[in-house]
């Protein structure tokens, strides 16, 4: 039997109650967003995301979080390769840790 407690349909299933929700502004996108992200990895991993406090990280700490070098961690940013945007702090540049997580966690079954 199944580990994890909510199947991946049943995900998609509560994502198509929601939608029309978002778009009447009963829930903002990125409640709607954070409310899938969650449910997709309860249903992938059997836990909820794990619990990151949410700090800003410059490109050096990025390309160590994702485990790539910082020209290589440039490079693929230059491409559009990521999702996640960077933010202006003055005149340096920085990530929010909590996308980047986002992003590692999404990616994890690409690579197995």
Avoid: C, W
Avoid at 70 to 75: G, I, P, T
Avoid at 91 to 105: A, E, F, P, Q
């Amino acid at each position: 039997m199944d580990q994890n407690p909510i199947r991946y349909q049943t995900v998609r299933f509560i994502g198509k109650l929601l939608h029309p929700l978002t778009e009447s502004n009963l829930i903002t996108i990125p409640e709607y967003r954070e409310i899938i992200a969650q449910l997709k990895h309860l249903a992938d991993k059997g836990t909820p995301l794990p619990t990151v406090i949410p700090k800003l990280v410059d490109q050096t700490e990025a390309a160590t979080m994702l485990g790539i070098s910082l020209a290589n961690f440039k490079r693929l940013e230059r491409e559009g390769y990521f999702p996640f945007k960077r933010k202006m702090v003055g005149t340096s540049v920085r990530y929010r840790n909590t996308d980047l997580t986002r992003y590692i966690l999404s990616h994890d079954d690409m690579e197995e």
